[in-house]
């Protein structure tokens, strides 16, 4: 399996951004997105199954929308009235099961966001 993060970039507080996650080799059960900020650790953001079900961290809910196409080869994250603390590099992981962990890691993608 091989996912790759695109669609980051610089963009002013308040503003909007999507970002894609492209899948290929085997069909994914789940998709999550995950940032790092700088000096910090790596953190869930949200993440979509293959039947559609979202789960969000509280710190992006209604801001953040995951959407996917049915064949769960491109999941996006649609990031709405972004601030300053959402600046990390963002990166998008699959599984195969829904209980086993995120194995399959693409690299990111940097989304800064100025005041």
């Known amino acids: 399996v091989q996912l790759q993060a695109s669609g980051g970039g610089l963009v002013q507080a308040g503003g909007s951004l999507r970002l894609s996650c492209a899948a290929s080799?085997?069909?994914?059960?789940?998709v999550g997105w995950f940032r790092q900020a700088p000096g910090k650790g790596r953190d869930f953001v949200g993440g979509i199954t293959s039947d559609g079900s979202t789960s969000y961290t509280d710190s992006v809910k209604g801001r953040f929308t995951i959407s996917r196409d049915r064949a769960m080869n491109s999941v996006y994250l649609r990031m709405n009235s972004l601030t300053p603390e959402d600046t990390a590099l963002y990166s998008c992981?699959?599984?195969?099961?829904?209980?086993?962990?995120?194995?399959?890691w693409g690299q990111g993608t940097q989304v800064t966001v100025s005041s």
């Open positions: 992981a699959g599984r195969l099961l829904s209980t086993s962990q995120y194995n399959y």
């Open positions: 080799g085997r069909t994914l059960c789940e």
